[in-house]
């Protein structure tokens, strides 16, 4: 955390309200304190169908006096599990405003003309299905909206980083990913990321919340 504060000029945290980036941090709050490198901030993407208590989670870290908490709340596109269907699911899909879990929240970054959201807006589903997910031509990720938001700064002659709660622990394939460098394992090699927590396990994780 002191090298990556040190090194570059704006560390975005990207936080889901979810264990480990809610770990990642609140060590980064604590870090940047003693550092005196606050605010930080805090980028969060919306996904429409958080719990409530990630929901009130967010809000709080939103009000911290040493916290700059940027939402967006825009369509992109995320891989749907439930749906044999429709393989992509879209929150906050315009055309399915009566279908949203909530309102688009309050003060959230809601329209971005750099990542464009495309669909055919006379498709139906041959199965009379509501949903328009197969509809979309063209949707921003996940990690491009992150990505997106570091490049911002970078356009401006900073240096910048995201910092992602990732861990080596969760998957064989991210355990290949962060231990196969040569020399920073918490430094992503293909984009502007870094894993501060990488070699954290889950128990790691749950005992910092705890304490």
Not at 20 to 43: F, H, I, N, Q, W
Not at 95 to 114: C, F, S, Y
Request: charged share 25%; net charge negative.
């Amino acid at each position: 955390y002191r090298r990556t504060f040190n090194d570059y000029d704006k560390v975005v945290f990207n936080f889901s309200g979810g264990k480990d980036s809610t770990a990642m941090l609140y060590v980064g709050l604590e870090v940047a304190r003693e550092m005196g490198k606050t605010p930080v901030e805090v980028m969060y993407v919306d996904h429409e169908i958080e719990g409530l208590g990630t929901l009130k989670l967010i809000d709080e870290v939103a009000k911290m006096e040493d916290v700059n908490l940027v939402r967006y709340a825009i369509p992109f596109s995320l891989r749907n599990a439930c749906s044999l269907h429709a393989p992509k699911w879209y929150p906050w899909h315009p055309q399915e405003q009566d279908l949203w879990v909530r309102p688009k929240p309050e003060g959230a970054i809601t329209e971005v003309p750099d990542l464009p959201f495309e669909y055919d807006p006379s498709y139906e589903h041959p199965d009379g299905l509501p949903f328009k997910a197969l509809g979309v031509t063209k949707s921003p990720s996940f990690q491009r909206i992150a990505t997106y938001h570091v490049e911002q700064y970078m356009n401006q002659g900073y240096t910048a980083i995201s910092m992602i709660g990732l861990r080596a622990e969760e998957s064989l394939a991210r355990y290949c990913v962060m231990t196969r460098k040569a020399k920073e394992c918490y430094l992503s090699t293909s984009s502007q990321g870094a894993y501060p927590i990488y070699d954290w396990t889950a128990y790691d994780v749950w005992k910092y919340i705890r304490d």
